[in-house]
């Protein structure tokens, strides 16, 4: 039996594993499942960190695209507006060309403006016979002594490059009765040059401004003449005394004077500057009478050119002068321009000096022209042949 029992311990401690096997055994074991529970564990969650960062770069893209989107519709939108009132900027200034006055406002109100034409007439002097819708006997009476009709006025602009015109604007009602009756008279005679002007007394400042403009603009001429519709005239003299200044660059032609300035209300011609001439009592600075003046073509361009900046006046004489007393200007007095009524444009014309043009102080123009003039005429005018024999 102890032989047996013997045999059976031996055999049991032949098959026992070794306590350093089991602890390498355990070992290996705890690293294997580390090994397949971090590939499980890690892997997933691996993966998922993969899946965000690739969510969140999605995302990302899309917020830049988003804003990027935006970005462009807020240009396209600004642009658009820009385009939309470039358009409407565009349509306003093709609405203020039909508003406003064309050279011919209608078939029964025409008016010589500024043209698009960049062509113009040629003309040694152009003359604007200063008038109004209630002077139609004094333009007749003018038609029936010193100005040529029909086609003697046709052949005196071609031949000699002196334009002859009643200037005259329009009422300030359109197409009114006064319009229109200009307009039957210029069909009669063909003699007005019509200004985009608003008639009025107060408003002749404006007028001259408005007919040198239309005038420079349609002629191209040495000199630019205005004359009141109750002055004789010789239309002769007058272009061979223009003509002695014809090579001179500015030149302002008249009689000269140098009247007080009015400050006193309720009397005629009264300044209500008359604080910018000084103290009280003063007179103005050296300008032509309105009755009669003459500019050369430097001087209408600048008139032109800056109409809307020249100041006005109460008297449209003076208005004119302080629009050249700072410039380069020669003022030049010519007394033949404002002779006086029978006797003294007689005794002259006897002498063999005629005027250029006659009418009284007291009235500012021949007194009671309708009647006078054609006696002023008969004693006072030059030879028929004259205006046909001067040299321009």
Request: hydrophobic share 35%.
């Amino acid at each position: 039996m102890s032989s047996s029992f013997n045999s059976m311990t031996k055999s049991r401690n032949s098959g026992k594993v070794s306590p350093k096997w089991i602890v390498l055994s355990c070992i290996f074991t705890f690293a294997l499942g580390m090994l397949v529970s971090s590939r499980v564990w890690l892997l997933p969650e691996s993966k998922g960190q993969i899946m965000w960062s690739l969510q969140r770069n999605q995302d990302l893209q899309l917020l830049a695209d988003d804003c990027t989107t935006k970005k462009n519709n807020e240009i396209l939108g600004e642009f658009q507006k820009t385009h939309e009132a470039i358009q409407s900027l565009d349509n306003s200034i093709d609405d203020l060309r039909m508003e406003l006055p064309s050279v011919e406002r209608s078939s029964s109100h025409k008016l010589s403006g500024i043209e698009t034409n960049t062509t113009k007439q040629k003309a040694f002097m152009v003359i604007g016979i200063n008038t109004a819708f209630s002077s139609r006997k004094r333009r007749d009476s003018v038609r029936q002594t010193w100005m040529p009709q029909g086609e003697k006025l046709l052949k005196l602009e071609k031949e000699k490059g002196i334009v002859v015109r009643f200037m005259i604007g329009h009422s300030a009602t359109s197409n009114s009765i006064l319009d229109r009756a200009i307009d039957s008279e210029d069909s009669q005679h063909n003699d007005f040059l019509r200004l985009d002007h608003v008639e009025g007394y107060h408003e002749l400042s404006a007028k001259t401004k408005t007919f040198l403009s239309t005038a420079y603009a349609k002629w191209d001429a040495d000199f630019y003449v205005k004359i009141d519709d109750d002055v004789h005239v010789n239309l002769g003299m007058l272009a061979a005394t223009l003509a002695r200044h014809r090579l001179k660059p500015r030149v302002y032609i008249g009689c000269m004077k140098s009247g007080p300035v009015l400050s006193r209300k309720n009397v005629k011609y009264h300044e209500p500057e008359f604080w910018k001439f000084g103290e009280e009592g003063n007179k103005y600075l050296r300008h032509a009478t309105g009755q009669i003046y003459a500019v050369s073509k430097n001087l209408a361009k600048y008139v032109s050119d800056n109409q809307a900046i020249l100041h006005k006046y109460a008297n449209e004489d003076v208005s004119l002068g302080t629009w050249f007393i700072g410039l380069e200007v020669e003022h030049i007095n010519e007394h033949s321009m404002c002779c006086g009524t029978p006797p003294e444009c007689e005794w002259k014309a006897q002498a063999g000096s005629v005027c250029v043009a006659s009418f009284d102080w007291s009235c500012s123009g021949i007194c009671k022209s309708v009647d006078r003039i054609k006696e002023v005429h008969a004693k006072c005018s030059e030879d028929a042949s004259a205006i046909w024999g001067v040299s321009l």
